[in-house]
């Protein structure tokens, strides 16, 4: 899933700065191989828990750390004291899903 959300971030938000990602042929052309980690990252995790809503919170956690440290990396945005509350808050979402049986 983590690998998944920095696709996705490179197909969406990178062509914005980096200006040789901005055509339509690696936009496009990123679909398949995003749809394909989803479904293998959906999987293996249903594999391990068996249910669908620990899926669904964990894919929408990892998208919100992940999207926060490649906006950081790429575009220098500071992560302020909101942004830490929120990437707390999904550390929690993870760990509840991970370890609550």
Known sequence: MIIGQAMV???IYAPL???ALDN???K?????????VFIEGIRLFL???ETNWGSRFMLFTTGTIIFAIMNHQIFGETINL???TCLGLCLMIILI???WK
């Open 28 to 36: 496009y052309g990123m679909a398949i191989p995003i749809s394909f």
């Open 82 to 84: 909101k942004t830490i």
């Open 17 to 19: 700065k980096i200006e």
């Open 24 to 26: 339509n042929w690696f």
């Open 97 to 99: 899903q991970m370890y």
């Open 9 to 11: 971030f490179m197909q």
């Open 47 to 49: 594999d391990g828990t």
